[in-house]
């Protein structure tokens, strides 16, 4: 085999699966994660159809997934005064199995076995003919073969090694924020309030109050959530319905995050040894496809490094070529418009979406269509 060790950036969704597959086929893999532990929060998120069921089976984590399964919920649409306007099927919402982000990392972590430096990021990359050097903000400078950015949206390994966010990263109007409002909030049946430009979902088993607003792109610093609450009730001002109420709940939320509405777009996964994967190469934010093109583009990326007994540059074009068309998906559409509609009359479209059987299912067939264009190969039969 050409190459060996490997590290990753990122121990969320796409660098846990990435780690999991590699070392099963006998690479040194190291994790490097900026949070102190696997982050846990985020919304519930989903998979669709037979190819993301056959890839959590391949990697054996099916059966704990369903276990920990939030079970799609329907949720309804309300107006200002509490009135029932539409109900958005669970099916919709959920795809076919559903569970908090938190938790599949979770799990994803506790599959794999190899070493991870928690708290801590890197901070240069040099590539040699023969590796890449490593510095790190923490740890000591090390070298190894390949290194692959699971780094989401704002990869650092993306703009250390292929250039700045502006470059690849495009604002899509909207922000979103999710906040854990405790037991009251919570509890109870899920609902949705939307004003033009601004969406608040509470309650059900999706965990935190979700927040999706329309807004020019804000500044702001990512590692100060204080500022981010503050972002979040100005964009609030003056709503109604439980608006009040939940937004003077925010200072004290127990877990909060906020971020923009995004795509990323590049023309290359790779660059020399250097890979991305997950949303650092493929995401749209709240697209409903980002956790799916995640585990799917670990085995790919991983099953290709195999079959070429790890020589990259094979090995990164077949990743490349296969995956972009499965990946198309991350380049439609936002959800933005469809959660946040922009007038009374876009919001009732929206709605009335929901109330029709027949758009329903065009719009459930569709996201099936796009969760299963792939050819999965078997990388390694019987193992
Ligand atoms: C806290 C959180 C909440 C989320 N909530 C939702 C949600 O509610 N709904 C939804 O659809 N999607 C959500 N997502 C995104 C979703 O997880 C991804 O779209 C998808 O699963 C693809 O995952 P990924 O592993 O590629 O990227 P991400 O899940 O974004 O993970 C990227 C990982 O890289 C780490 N990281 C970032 N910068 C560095 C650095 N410099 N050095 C080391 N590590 C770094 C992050 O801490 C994170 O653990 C959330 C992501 C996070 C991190």
Redesign the pocket.
């Known amino acids: 085999m050409k190459n060996r060790t490997v590290l990753i950036?990122?121990?969320?969704?796409?660098?846990p699966a990435l780690a999991h597959w590699l070392t099963r086929y006998g690479w040194t893999v190291t994790v490097?994660?900026?949070?102190p532990a696997v982050?846990p929060?985020?919304?519930a998120?989903d998979f669709k159809g037979p190819t993301h069921r056959a890839v959590l089976e391949r990697m054996g984590v099916l059966d704990e997934i369903l276990r920990h399964q939030t079970g799609g919920q329907d949720q309804t649409i309300v107006d200002a005064t509490g009135k029932p306007q539409a109900v958005i099927p669970g099916e919709f919402t959920g795809g076919e199995i559903e569970i908090r982000?938190g938790d599949l990392a979770e799990i994803l972590h506790r599959h794999t076995s190899c070493e991870y430096l928690f708290g801590d990021?890197?901070t240069a990359l040099s590539e040699t003919p023969d590796g890449v050097d490593v510095t790190f903000a923490n740890a000591e400078p090390r070298r190894f073969d390949l290194v692959a950015g699971?780094?989401?949206?704002?990869s650092?390994v993306r703009r250390l090694a292929f250039g700045p966010e502006r470059d690849y990263v495009r604002h899509l109007g909207y922000h979103y924020a999710?906040a854990e409002l405790g037991e009251q909030v919570a509890d109870g049946e899920a609902v949705m309030y939307n004003e033009p430009g601004r969406m608040t979902a509470v309650g059900g088993p999706k965990a935190s109050a979700f927040f999706v607003f329309a807004s020019p792109e804000l500044h702001y610093d990512r590692t100060d959530t204080e500022q981010q609450r503050r972002l979040l009730i100005d964009a609030y001002q003056g709503a109604g319905w439980r608006l009040p109420e939940l937004m003077a709940r925010i200072p004290q939320a127990r877990e909060f995050?906020l971020d923009s509405l995004s795509r990323v777009t590049i023309d290359r996964y790779s660059r020399g040894r250097v890979v991305l994967l997950?949303?650092?190469a493929y995401?749209n934010t709240?697209g409903g496809f980002?956790?799916g093109l995640?585990i799917v583009g670990a085995y790919v990326l991983a099953g290709e490094l195999l079959a070429a007994d790890g020589d990259h540059r094979v090995a990164f074009a077949r990743y490349e070529k296969l995956f972009r068309g499965y990946a198309k998906i991350s380049q439609r559409g936002s959800a933005g418009p469809f959660l946040a509609p922009p007038s009374p009359l876009r919001i009732k479209l929206r709605d009335w979406t929901f109330k029709s059987r027949f758009l329903l299912g065009l719009m459930l067939k569709a996201t099936d269509k796009f969760a299963t264009d792939i050819e999965l190969p078997d990388y390694a039969p019987g193992s």
């Open positions: 950036s990122g121990a969320s969704i796409a660098g490097v994660e900026r949070a982050r929060g985020g919304q998120v982000r990021t890197i699971a780094d989401g949206i704002h650092n999710l995050y997950g949303d650092a995401g709240l980002g956790t995640a």
